[in-house]
């Protein structure tokens, strides 16, 4: 499902690592825990944790791929944060 007005900045395990884009205000941090069943070969791969950067052009879209995504019930969820624009 493709959710307008995001845009996938970082996901290490996926391969994906772009440039910052500030003219998407939003940012969602997410970490993730490596897998239980894999957990050394996902530390030697990836690092500790599974990480992922959304910069959303509102709170809303990104709020929508965070539900989309499940990531709010996530079980290997360590931290999750929505930044809001800095001001100017």
Same mark, same amino acid.
Do not use: W
């Given at each position: 499902?493709?959710?307008?007005g995001?845009?996938?900045? *970082?996901?290490?395990?996926? =391969?994906?690592n ?8 939003w ?5 993730? =825990? ?13 690092? =500790?944790?599974?990480?992922i950067?959304?910069r =959303? ?17 996530h ?6 944060e929505?930044? *809001?624009?800095?001001?100017?």
């Open positions: 499902m493709a959710i307008r995001i845009k996938l900045i *970082q996901h290490n395990t996926s =391969g994906v772009l440039p910052d884009d500030l003219s998407y205000p940012r969602l941090d997410a970490a993730l =825990g490596p897998p239980e069943f894999m957990t050394m070969a996902f530390i030697g791969l990836y690092g =500790g944790s599974e990480t950067r959304v =959303g052009k509102s709170r809303k879209a990104l709020e929508k791929f965070v539900k989309v995504n499940c990531l709010n019930t079980p290997r969820l360590r931290s999750l929505i930044t *809001q624009p800095e001001a100017a």
